[in-house]
């Protein structure tokens, strides 16, 4: 299952969470987690005017927190690993992946 960020993708097979953002310079890995080793996600839904996104949280790290102004529009930096901004399309899709790793995680 895979959903189209704002700036990348994020996808999940069942076992691993793959996050796939799309650089301005050099093209960095792609970050994976592990399912069972996420201790929480957080998902906030994308309005029509603002963006939305997907975070994991994951043990021994600490969670970017959501940046203010015009610009981030309440979501987590683009440079935290762990997170994809989501445009309001896409919504539906991010809710299901959230969903299918919080069932996995057990």
């Given at each position: 299952m895979d959903v189209k960020g704002v700036q990348g993708t994020v996808?999940?097979?069942g076992?691993?969470?793959?996050?796939?953002?799309t650089?301005?310079?050099q093209n960095p890995a792609p970050v994976r987690i592990r399912a069972?080793?996420?201790t929480g996600t957080r998902f906030k839904k994308a309005t029509r005017l603002m963006h939305g996104y997907v975070q994991f949280l994951l043990p021994g790290a600490?969670?970017?927190?959501e940046k203010g102004g015009l610009m981030q529009g309440g979501r987590p930096?683009?440079?935290?690993?762990?997170s994809l901004?989501?445009?309001h399309k896409s919504n539906d899709l991010a809710e299901k992946l959230v969903a299918a790793?919080?069932?996995?995680r057990g």
């Open positions: 996808g999940f097979d076992e691993w969470i793959t996050i796939t953002k650089p301005f310079g069972t080793d996420v600490v969670a970017a927190g930096p683009y440079e935290d690993p762990h901004s989501i445009p790793v919080e069932e996995a």
